[in-house]
């Protein structure tokens, strides 16, 4: 008892030691910025659960951790310091402590969390910041110019978008801060207000009643939390922008009523528009529409804004998304993916900015390696540079400075392509930075400083599959996993004997994942040849193979020359694209049918087929057939031939 009592001081000492050397700010703190659905019922311990909600400060330190209390584990938020998204964080049940960067310069910073998941997901409470010792936070010297509300459905809420139609849906498939919404936000440098649910409409949510459904978003909009009647939302914070994006639930499994749609659509615009003052409201049709059912909704919503406008409460407006169309991939359920998201967010900004005369922030919105030697960096808005250099990236591979050689602007000109001088690893980090210069978006806004943007590498290992040497020896064929780029020369390639030394190679062709090389010298059966490559073999999608030391191949033909080889008439050899398959060939002249025999071991015929030529593939994948040694026998009308094969 006298040691668990000693432990647990220490224990005690431990934590109070730690705590000591850090000053925790309270979420009252007046230099804290809030944005979107958030209780503050106890301003101690704030707590919220729609998508987008920030939170955001300007610290000073080296390190900032933050105090979260989750009801759940499916909460992820995307951690920003200083402009840039930096990890993303999953909540664990209860109190915690989370760690958001350490090692920083001991300056000032910004620090940002933002809620990707959307209500169903849970609650969190957010318990305050954490920074080193004798470290506050003061004012946040960025000040965002406007507040924008989004109101909408799973669209909105991002559902999907980081998935494959097909997929499962869950909170690591869901990122609301790669959605059309969220990133409309940031190219204002706007405040980002999300009223959001997947499945809701104006008046009849996914697949409900024709006559409506009661928990349909007009209803339940007064709330914080869309499913419990208190506390209500105070409407402190008057957006410069309200965009209902709402009506594809409404008309899903074409049962929705137009009339009762306008209707309730009209009713929800004068309380949108009693509660903020008369705010601008654009009305937005998504692109998960089509057929009867997208006119029917165009023609809508259409309608709704002349009569809202009749009524001279606020402006009304409305803009259509282009539809998806598949070309852009679609996400689970047919949700849009985040590449759509970023295709309707740039047509969104544009109408946004010539409604309310808005300056576009030129944003790198997402980047991704499209080969190896490549990057590709995707704006928020059309980009150019004056003197056509756009000079200023640059590309870190895990911790190895990779140079950029080249970069040239897409044709749609939201893209730049960062070609590199050396090939990317798969699956490593990779980042790019960018130090202000002469690269500008939309009205000459110049391009602000990029600091080890996190780029998506869905590069893929390239990796020596296999290898085989065909019966005569004089061929080895190298099988890849993937598509292969045929090599300028095979320097990089090392084939020895048995005794190591060299083997000369007279020529190599390319077939898709496969690479022949032929020999000068043949390899008799049974010796075997060792194959090292170092470098110089690429993949279509300009990956290096991964490299290979000494990988054995052995000449199992039974054949000890190659005149005995060429003097049988019947060759029969596995066929290295496809297991289960053999090229097969009969010397000499063959008249008549031509029939093939297998046969088990316990003499059973297990299938026959006809032979057209003298020569092609033996198709034995059947997948009845189980692994093993076989018979196999080619009968003609003058002879018949009989070789030991194995599936």
């Known amino acids: 008892m006298k040691r668990i009592k000693l432990l647990t001081l220490a224990l005690f000492l431990v934590f109070f030691v730690n705590f000591a050397h850090c000053d925790t700010i309270k979420p009252d703190n007046a230099f804290i910025e809030y944005t979107g659905r958030i209780d503050f019922s106890n301003p101690l311990k704030p707590r919220f659960s729609y998508s987008g909600v920030s939170i955001r400060a300007c610290f000073q330190g080296t390190s900032v951790s933050v105090i979260l209390d989750d009801v759940g584990t499916q909460n992820y938020y995307n951690v920003i310091l200083d402009n840039e998204v930096i990890s993303r964080l999953q909540t664990k049940t209860g109190l915690n402590t989370y760690s958001l960067a350490t090692g920083l310069k001991d300056t000032n910073h910004e620090i940002e969390i933002f809620k990707l998941t959307e209500e169903s997901f849970g609650k969190t409470y957010f318990c305050g910041f954490v920074l080193g010792t004798g470290k506050t936070i003061v004012d946040i010297p960025n000040k965002r110019e406007h507040l924008i509300e989004f109101i909408g459905n799973s669209i909105t809420c991002g559902y999907g978008n ?106 929800f615009i004068d309380q949108l528009q009693l509660k903020n003052n008369g705010a601008d409201i654009l009305c937005l049709l998504g692109p998960m ?31 259509e998304m282009s539809a998806q169309t598949g070309s852009l991939g679609i996400g689970i359920d047919y949700h849009p993916t985040v590449a759509q ?124 599959a296999s290898a085989a040497l065909d019966p005569t020896g004089s061929k080895i064929t190298l099988v890849f996993n993937k598509l292969m780029n045929k090599p300028l020369n095979l320097n990089g390639v090392k084939i020895l004997d048995s005794s190591n030394n060299p083997l000369a190679v007279e020529q190599f062709t390319l077939a898709s994942k496969n690479i022949d090389i032929t020999l000068k010298d043949r390899v008799k059966a049974g010796e075997a040849v060792s194959i090292t490559i170092s470098f110089g073999i690429y993949s279509t999608d300009k990956v290096a193979v991964t490299p290979v030391d000494k990988y054995v191949v052995k000449n199992n033909s039974t054949y000890t020359s190659i005149n005995e080889h060429q003097a049988d008439q019947l060759v029969i050899y596995p066929n290295s694209l496809h297991p289960g398959m053999f090229n097969y060939r009969i010397n000499g002249s063959t008249q008549g049918q031509m029939v093939s025999y297998l046969y088990n071991l316990k003499g059973q015929l297990v299938i026959s087929k006809a032979l057209k030529s003298t020569a092609g593939i033996l198709d034995f994948s059947n997948p009845v057939l189980k692994g093993g040694y076989y018979i196999l026998k080619i009968k003609t009308s003058q002879k018949e031939y009989s070789k030991k094969i194995m599936l």
């Open 341 to 464: 998201h970023l295709k309707n967010a740039k047509e969104l900004i544009n109408y946004i900015s010539i409604l309310k005369g808005w300056t576009v922030t030129p944003r790198a919105m997402i980047g991704s390696t499209s080969t190896g030697s490549e990057i590709v960096m995707e704006f928020n808005t059309e980009m150019h540079d004056d003197l056509g250099s756009f000079k200023g990236f640059s590309v870190v591979n895990d911790t190895t400075s990779i140079p950029v050689s080249g970069v040239s602007l897409d044709t749609d000109k939201t893209k730049i392509h960062l070609l590199l001088s050396s090939s990317l690893a798969p699956t490593q980090k990779v980042t790019v930075s960018y130090s202000p210069g002469s690269v500008k978006g939309k009205n000459d806004v110049t391009l602000d400083s990029i600091s080890s943007m996190i780029i998506s590498n869905i590069l893929t290992v390239t990796s020596l």
């Open 162 to 267: 980081e998935g494959v139609n097909g997929g499962k849906f869950g909170p690591t498939t869901q990122n609301h801060y790669l959605t059309y919404a969220a990133i409309t936000s940031r190219s204002f440098n706007a405040r980002h207000l999300a009223v959001c649910k997947s499945g809701i409409g104006i008046y009849r949510n996914y697949d409900g009643p024709v006559s409506g459904s009661a928990d349909c978003m007009p209803n339940y909009y007064q709330r914080i939390f869309l499913y419990d009647a208190a506390p209500l939302y105070k409407f402190t914070d008057r957006p410069d922008l309200i965009c209902i994006d709402l009506g594809t639930n409404d008309f899903s499994t074409s049962k929705g009523d137009p009339t009762l749609f306008v209707n309730n659509y009209l009713k």
């Open 289 to 319: 529409m089509g057929g009867n059912d997208l006119i029917t909704i165009r023609n809508c919503l259409k309608s709704i804004v002349l009569t809202a406008n009749a009524k001279n409460q606020g402006k009304v407006s409305f803009f």
